[in-house]
């Protein structure tokens, strides 16, 4: 029997260790990493005695956790620094004493002192799980295009910080991180602006936004008296006095029809300019709830938990059908460049199994809180 567990926990150890690898990129000493989880194991017992923490069975740190802590000190420590050097320290005793001390601290107090913060959901919740499939599965889509187009790549690149934005989101519902979550997604509703504006445009709006985007680094930036005279030329071009103004949403000049409503449809911010250019002004009293509370308020403490939650669930399925949206247009044209055209064939079809998903759990969010 012992020599089974033995088999097992290698076996463990060794699939853990593979899947960090797969996420850092880093190619670990695995025999430098076994002899640390050993000496940890050890050490993490001695300082549970030391601090008189009595754990029920079966409560004590995985082992997965316990290489995950080993792994990611020893990355923060060396991943910067030269093989040989790495080497020199895997082999300094000092080092070696230093990691495991460490480590059997981190875990002690990280798994057994902290407070944990009750959640209305969790991870491996159906309507956690749907937005994490949705995202997963259209990053993956959009991964499998390839190529030296730059708007292609350039709209690429934001509809992956977008969903990217999503499952952080969902990952702070997941933790009990309603009111973040909150906050985080005021911030990707901005994002799905920008991404309805240059999907709903043409290449020529796409590499003015681009180009304005230089503003926003003019600092260290050895361009920069250039870029100042610039933003001067173009401010006094479009009789625009206010610079942080123009800086942040002078690109919309670009948006056919913008330039002529200035003034009177359009002004250079985001709810009469950005949203309404996007054609999302109906959010904006989701939005305008959002940011009351992205400074600490009586917002923050008098509104409950799970309304928080509600309000993120619901508003979070609206940005993401409007980004699957654009990225069923952006896969349709751009399917030729695609590794797996196949894929972006099926992406439709697929993609909507995902939202119904999502509208069928959220009528039972819906279900659950009524009244509340």
């Known amino acids: 029997m012992a020599n089974l567990i033995d088999e097992m926990e290698s076996r463990i150890f060794a699939a853990q260790l593979s899947r960090l690898s797969r996420m850092t990129g880093a190619a670990p000493n695995a025999a430098f990493i076994a002899e640390m989880y050993r000496l940890v194991k050890a050490k993490y017992v001695e300082e549970l005695k030391k601090r008189k923490i009595r754990l029920r069975e079966l409560d004590g740190a995985r082992l ?84 030296t187009d730059r708007r292609m790549n350039g709209m690429n690149n934001l509809f992956r910080k977008a969903l990217v934005t999503v499952k952080s989101v969902v990952g702070l519902l997941a933790a009990g991180n309603s009111c973040d979550a909150v906050i985080l997604w005021r911030h990707l509703h901005e994002l799905e602006c920008v991404l309805a504006v240059l999907g709903n445009g043409n290449d020529d709006l ?59 449809e359009y002004r250079l911010n985001f709810k009469d300019g950005l949203q309404k250019a996007a054609g999302l002004s109906e959010r904006h009293a989701a939005y305008a709830s959002a940011s009351k509370i992205l400074h600490p308020s009586a917002w923050v403490v008098a509104i409950r938990d799970d309304k928080f939650y509600k309000f993120t669930i619901f508003e979070l399925y609206k940005s993401l059908a409007g980004l699957v949206g654009y990225i069923k247009k952006y896969l349709a044209r751009y399917r030729e460049n695609s590794l797996r055209p196949a894929e972006c064939d099926n992406y439709a079809k697929s993609i909507d199994v995902y939202l119904n998903m999502i509208v069928r759990n959220n009528a039972i969010v819906a279900a659950k809180y009524a009244g509340r």
């Open 64 to 147: 997965d956790e316990i290489v995950s802590y080993i792994f990611y000190y020893h990355h923060f420590h060396t991943s910067h620094l030269p093989p040989e050097i790495v080497s020199k320290l895997e082999a300094d005793a000092a080092y070696r004493d230093k990691l495991v001390r460490d480590v059997a601290v981190y875990i002690v107090i990280n798994e057994h002192l902290n407070v944990e913060k009750r959640s209305n959901t969790s991870e491996y919740s159906p309507e956690i799980a749907a937005y994490n499939m949705a995202c997963s599965y259209s990053l993956y889509v959009l991964g499998s295009l390839k190529g």
């Open 206 to 264: 796409f590499f003015s936004y681009v180009r304005h985007m230089e503003y926003l680094n003019m600092e260290g930036n050895p361009h920069a008296d250039e870029l100042n005279a610039r933003l001067s030329e173009e401010c006094k071009q479009y009789g625009v006095k206010e610079r942080n103004a123009f800086v942040n949403y002078g690109w919309l000049l670009y948006v056919p029809g913008f330039r002529e409503g200035m003034g009177k």
